[in-house]
């Protein structure tokens, strides 16, 4: 990644942003520990995740421009988020950035920006 890039532009934008959330759901969706958390109808679920991923990584803030400030911890409160639902959201989201062939080290860096939020949702022992 470029010193002064962001995130998103170092993934390659929208379109790549956009087809790591369609490589991520039908994971989480599988995902036993995940799946139940989650409505069938998962494509607005999709599509909030795509403008809150492009603007976590430094790209438009479509998610606050569209639905407010995130509060990402408030919203995942009526859920119990366990240390290994985080987990788990990590493993899905880790498979889908190799399914889409992110390199190495910009994967690594995109879960390791992930895992401060995913663990701070926790509120279930």
């Known amino acids: 990644m470029?010193?002064?890039?962001?995130?998103?532009?170092?993934?390659?934008?929208?379109?790549?942003?956009?087809?790591l959330v369609a490589a991520f759901y039908p994971r989480v969706q599988r995902n036993p520990l995940l799946g139940p958390l989650f409505p069938q109808d998962i494509m607005p679920v999709q599509e909030k995740q795509f403008m809150f991923l492009s603007q976590f990584f430094g790209g438009p803030s479509l998610y606050s421009d569209a639905v407010g400030h995130p509060m990402m911890r408030a919203r995942h409160m009526p859920f119990e988020v366990t240390k290994e639902r985080a987990d788990a959201w990590l493993g899905c989201m880790e498979e889908a950035l190799i399914e889409i062939h992110i390199e190495e080290s910009l994967r690594t860096f995109?879960?390791?920006?992930?895992?401060?939020?995913?663990?701070?949702?926790?509120n279930t022992p």
């Open 110 to 122: 995109v879960l390791e920006r992930l895992s401060g939020p995913a663990y701070h949702f926790v």
């Open 2 to 19: 470029k010193q002064n890039s962001t995130i998103y532009e170092a993934l390659g934008g929208e379109d790549t942003v956009r087809r």
